[in-house]
C-alpha cells in the first residue's frame, strides 16, 4: 500500500523528552530523530521507560520536552487526538483493541479522523490484503480474537489512518516466536512501502531485524546507540539485558 | 494538644451557658441541632471514615425514633428502657442495611442502602403500628430525678451531655487501631485485606457504629419532639444529611458537626423560603465535591498547602536516614529444608486467555527466590494466586504446610503472609506512621467491643503500637518522614515505607512485586542491602523483579516465567545460561556460547 | 392465569418505563464510568416539561415530547460539563456530585412548577381493548411501541453511526480512542445527553400513566437504576430486561402486598444484588491488583 504523501518524507524529531510518574522519573532527558522512511528501533529491558517516552510522544501522559517535531509541524501543542490527523499512527502496548466490537469496526475506527468513503474502503481491502486473517475474522468481536491475530487487528487498526509515520509499542509481547516471525514480516513489508517506524521492543531480535538502527534504554535514560547491525553482535546489549 | 484542650474547653463553657441567651423557639432550634449533629457523626464514621456509601443513614434515625414511640405509647415501657431497646433494634437493622456492602461497593451499595431506606419510609407509612401516615403522638417526655425534661432548657443539657459521649467516643475510634482500619480499607481495600484488616467484619463494624448514632439520635429527637411521622425520615432529610457530611467534610467527625450546625443554621435563617435553601446547599454540593473534596473541614490544611507554595516551599526538609540491619536470627538447620510455600500445578484462567499453566514451585524456608520473566509472563498473577487475590483455576498452594487455595487474603495475612505491590498500594490518606500502625496492628475487629467495655487497654495497646511503630520508623531510617502523606513523598521513599509496612505485618512469607521498579541505582543497592537483612532476621522471600542485576545478585533460586509456564529454575548463573531464557528475553535462540562468562554472583 | 397474565400486562407498560430509565443509566455509565443519582430528577424534569408544553402551550403530544426531549438534553449537558474533572478518577464524589445535581434540580421543580402534581390526561382514547379477555389499555400500547422504537434507534445509533462506535470504543479504551483521533471529552458529553434525553422520553411517557409531581422521578430513577444493575450495569438487553422484570415485580407486589409493594420490591431486589452483584448480562469486575 502507498504510505507517503505529497509532503513528503517527513522526519520525527525529538530533543530532551522527560516523563514523571508522581514521583518517579521514567524517561530522562531523552533525545533521538526518525528520519522519513527510515525505521528506528528503542530496546532495552522491561521497566527501562519504553512505553512512556511513546506515550509520551504521543502526548498521552503528561511529558516535558524540548522540541518535538515532525516536518514542519511542532508536535509538542498538538494534543494526542490530533496526532493521527498530522500522519501519526499508535499501535498501543498489550493489543489495546476494541474487545466489544467486531474486527472491521475496529478498523473503521481507526479511520475515525477521515471521512468514511470509498477511499476508507480501499485502506480497507489494503489491509485486509496485509492480514488475511482478518478478513475472514472481520465480523468476530476483536476480543474473542487470539493474541497474535490481536495484534495484527492493533497494527491494522493504526494502519487505516493512512499514517507516514508508525509507533508500535511492543508488538511481539506475549507471541510466539512463529508469530512473532509473522510480525517482523509486516514491519519489513511496511518498510519497504515508505512507511516511517519506530519500534518500541524487548525482543532485540525482532527489532534488529526490523531497523535499521536502534537505541538501547537503561532506567529511561539512552545506554547505547548504534546501528543494528553493530548492536547485534555487541555483547554490552546482553549484559544490559540480563543484568550480568 | 494543651491548645486543643483550651479551645474545647471554651467551646464547652459557651456550650454551658448557651441557652441564657436563648428563646424558648431558639432553644428548640439548637436542639434539633444538636440531634442532627449526632446522625452526622453517624454518616461520617460510615461513610468518611470508613468509605462506604450509606443512604440510609435517615432510617437508622427513624428506627430509633419510631421504636421508642411504639414501646412507650402502645407497650406502656418506661422511656429509658424503651431507649435502649430502641438502639439495639437499630443495630439489628445496621446489621441488615450493611448486609450487602459484603457483595457489593459504591454506587450499588448507594442503591441499595437507599432503596432499603425508602422500604423503612415505606412501611412506617402503611403499618398501622406506626400509626401510618399520621404517625404516633403523645410520646412521654423522659423523666430524671428532679429533673424536668420536658423542659426544652433542660432537655438541652441532656442531649449536650450525650453529644459530648458520642463525639468523644467517634473522635476516641477514629484516632485508634479501629479507625486507622478503617480509613485504610476506605483508601484502599485490596491492600488493607493484604496487611489482615479482616474487611468483612469492618465493613459490618462500620455500619453498625452508624445505626448506634442513628438509634441515639432517633431517641432525642423522640424525647424532644414527642411525636413521630414518616416525612422526618424522609430521602429529602437524607440528602440533607448528606450535604451537611460533604460540606462539613466527611473524613472528619469534627467537620461533620460543623456542616450540621452551619448547614442546619441556613436552613433555619431560610425557613420561609425552603426551596431557595435547597438550591444553595445543593449547589453548594456539587461546588465542595468538584473543588474542595474534603469539605469546610480540610479547607485549613488545603490553604496552609496552597501558601507553602506560594512561598516557594519545596516540602520538607526531611531526610532519609540510613537502614539499620535486623539483628541476624541463627539459621535452625531442622527448618532449613522445610517448605514454607508449595505451589501445586496452579493454572488460572481469564475468560479465554491462560495467565498461568501448570505452574509448581516450592520455597523454602529463609531462601530469597526470584521470579523473573517478560511483560506478560504471569508473574504478578502468581504472586495474586499465591496472596488469595485470585483464585485459580486448577491446582493448589500450600502455606506452611496448610491448604490454603482461594482463602481470602486477610486470613493468609493473617497466616504470616505480606506484599508489596507493584504500583504501590500505600493508604493514601494516613501518614507513614499510620501506613505502618495499620500493619502492626494484630487485633482482631470482632475485639471491637473492647473500645465500649475496656477504653483503657485500648488505649494502652494503641500506645504500645505507637512505640513499636516508631521502632520500626527508625530502622527503615524514616523517623523524619512520619507525620508526611505518602503522596508527597518521592518515589524511592514510598518504596521503602511499602516494604517496612510488609514488614512490620510480621511474615513468615514476604512477597515484593518489582521493589526496584523507579529506583535509581543507590536506591536499589540499598534495597538490596535491606531484603537480605529481612531474610536473615529469619523471613523467607519471593521478589518479582525486572531488574536482573539485583535478582543476580540477591537470590539464591530463580524460577523464570514465559507465557504463562515455568521455562527455567535454577542457581542465577545457571538461568542465565539457560537457552529458552535467552530467547524468551532476547527473542533469539542463538547458543549461549556467545555469551560473556558470568562474572561471579556476590553473595 | 388469566389473573397472572393480566398483572404482567400492567407491569409492562411501566416497566418499558423503567428500562429507558435503565437505558439512560446504562449508556451514560458505559461511555464514562458515571453513575448519575441525579437521572430520577432528569426524569421528573422531563416530566414536568412535555405536559407543560401539552397541557398549557397546547402543543400536540408528540412535538410536546420531543421539545422537552432537546431542553432536557441541554441540562444533562450542563451536569457533564461541570462534573468533567471527576470523570474516570474518584467514583463515591462523582456520585454524591450528582446527588448535588438531584438536590437542586428537585427544588427548582417546586420553584417553577410549584410542590402539587397535576394530572396529564391520555393523548389517546382511554377505552381499554378487549384481547383474548385480556384487558390492555390503548396507552400502553403506545408506551411500549415507543419505548421499543427508542431502544431500537439507540442500538442502531450504536453499532451504525460512527459517532456510535466511536462513544463504545471510548467505553473501551479510552487512550486508544484518543489515539486514533476521538474526542474523549465530546464523546461523554453526547452520552449524557442521550441518558437525559431518554430520561425525557421516560418522563413525558409516565405523565399519563402516573401523576407528575415533584416526588415522580425519585421513585422512577430509583427504580430504573434497580433495573439497570439487575440487568447487569451498562449492558442495553439488561437494562430492557431488567426494567420489564422490575415493572411485572411491581405489578405484583401492588396486587399481593397493596401498601408495602415499595418494601418487598427493595428487599426482592437486595437479595438479587447479594446473590448475583452483577445482573443477568453483568460481566467484568475482575479484581485486579
Known sequence: MTTTSATGLATLTVEGLTVHYGGVCAVRDLSFSVPGGEAIGVIGANGAGKTSTLKA??????????????????????????????????????????????????????????????????????????????????????????????????????????????????????LSPKLVEDILAVLLRLRTEGLSLLLVEQNAKLTFEATSSCLVVENGEVAMTGTSAQLRHDPRVRQIYLGL | MKQRIAVAGLIGLAL?????????????????????????????????VAGQVNLAQVAFFGVGAYATAILTTHQGLGFWVSAVLAVLA???????????????????????TLGLALAFTNWVTNAEIAGGAEGISAIPAPTLPGIDLSSEYLYYYLELAVFAVVLTFGLFVVRTGLGRRMRAMRDDALAAG???????????????????????????????????????????????????????????????VIGAVSLALVREALVDHPTIAQVAYGSVVVLVVVFAPTGLAGLPTRIRALLARRRGHQGTAAQLQPFQPYETSPADDTRRTTAILEVEHVSKQ??????????????????????????????????????????????RVRFLGRDMTGQAPYRLARAGMSRTFQNLRLFGDLTVEENLLVALDRSRTRQSWRYVLRPISVLRRDRDLHRQAREVLTRYGLTEFAGLAPKALPYGIQRRVEIARAVAAAPTLLLLDEPAAGLNGEEVRQLSEIVRSIRDSGLTVIIIEHNMGLVMSLCEQITVLASGRIIAEGRPDEVARDAAVIEAYLGDSMTADDLPTVPEVTR | MQVFLQTVIGGVSLGAVYALVALGFSLVYRTMGLVNFAHGNVVTVGAYLASTFYLSTKLPFALAMVVAIGLTAAIGLVIERVLRPLENRDFDLMLIGTIGFGIVLDALIIMVWGATGRAVPSPVPSA????????????????????????????????R????????????????????GIHVGRSNAIAFMIGAGLAALAGGLVGPLLYVSPALGGALGIKGFAAAI???????????????????LDSFTAGHFQGYSELVTFLVFTVIIMVRPTGVFGERTVNRA
Not at chain 1, 60 to 82: E, H, I, K, N, Y
Not at chain 1, 118 to 127: G, I, P
Not at chain 2, 98 to 108: D, I, K, N
Not at chain 2, 222 to 242: D, K, Q, W
Open chain 1, 57 to 174: 510522544v504521543m502526548g498521552l501522559v503528561p511529558r516535558t520536552v524540548g522540541a518535538l517535531r515532525f516536518g514542519d509541524v511542532d508536535l509538542s501543542v498538538v494534543s494526542a487526538r490530533t496526532m493521527v490527523r498530522h500522519g501519526i499512527g499508535y499501535v498501543p502496548e498489550g493489543r489495546h483493541v476494541f474487545a466489544g466490537l467486531p474486527v472491521e469496526k475496529n478498523l473503521l475506527l481507526g479511520a475515525y479522523a477521515r471521512k468514511w468513503n470509498a477511499a476508507t474502503r480501499q485502506t480497507l481491502t489494503e489491509v485486509y490484503d496485509l492480514f488475511p486473517v482478518l478478513g475472514e475474522m472481520r465480523g468476530r468481536l476483536a476480543g474473542a480474537l487470539s493474541g497474535g491475530q490481536q495484534q495484527m487487528l492493533a497494527i491494522g487498526r493504526a494502519l487505516m489512518s493512512r499514517p507516514r509515520l508508525l509507533l508500535l509499542d511492543e508488538p511481539s509481547m506475549g
Open chain 2, 16 to 48: 454551658w451557658f448557651l441557652p441564657y441567651g436563648l428563646d424558648s423557639y431558639a432553644i428548640h432550634v439548637v436542639n434539633v441541632i444538636l440531634i442532627f449533629a449526632i446522625l452526622a457523626i453517624g454518616l461520617g464514621l460510615v461513610m468518611g
Open chain 2, 90 to 112: 437499630t443495630v439489628v437493622v445496621g446489621v441488615v442495611v450493611g448486609t450487602p456492602a459484603l457483595r457489593v461497593q459504591s454506587h450499588y451499595l448507594g442503591i441499595v
Open chain 2, 194 to 256: 493484604a496487611l489482615g484488616a479482616e474487611v468483612p467484619v469492618l465493613r459490618m463494624t462500620a455500619f453498625m457504629l452508624a445505626s448506634v448514632y442513628g438509634g441515639v439520635a432517633g431517641v432525642l429527637y423522640a424525647g424532644l419532639i414527642r411525636y413521630v411521622a414518616p416525612e422526618s425520615f424522609n430521602i429529602a432529610n437524607m440528602f440533607l444529611l448528606l450535604g451537611m457530611v460533604i460540606i462539613g467534610g466527611r473524613q472528619s467527625l469534627i467537620g461533620c
Open chain 2, 350 to 395: 481469564f475468560r479465554g486467555l491462560k495467565a498461568l499453566d501448570d505452574v509448581s514451585l516450592t520455597v523454602a524456608d529463609r531462601e530469597i527466590r526470584g521470579i523473573v520473566g517478560p511483560n506478560g509472563s504471569g508473574k504478578t498473577t502468581l504472586f495474586n494466586v499465591i496472596s488469595g487475590l485470585y483464585r485459580p483455576t486448577a491446582g
Open chain 3, 128 to 159: 381499554p381493548i378487549e384481547l383474548f379477555g385480556l384487558r390492555i389499555r390503548t396507552y400502553d400500547l403506545v408506551v411500549l411501541a415507543i419505548a421499543a422504537a427508542a431502544t431500537v434507534l439507540l442500538v442502531l445509533f450504536l453499532s
Open chain 3, 161 to 180: 453511526t460512527k459517532r456510535g462506535a466511536a462513544m463504545q470504543a471510548v467505553a473501551m479504551d479510552h487512550e486508544a480512542a484518543t489515539a486514533v
Open chain 3, 230 to 248: 439487575l440487568g447487569g450495569f451498562g449492558s442495553i438487553p439488561g437494562a430492557i430486561v431488567g426494567g420489564l422484570a422490575i415493572g411485572i
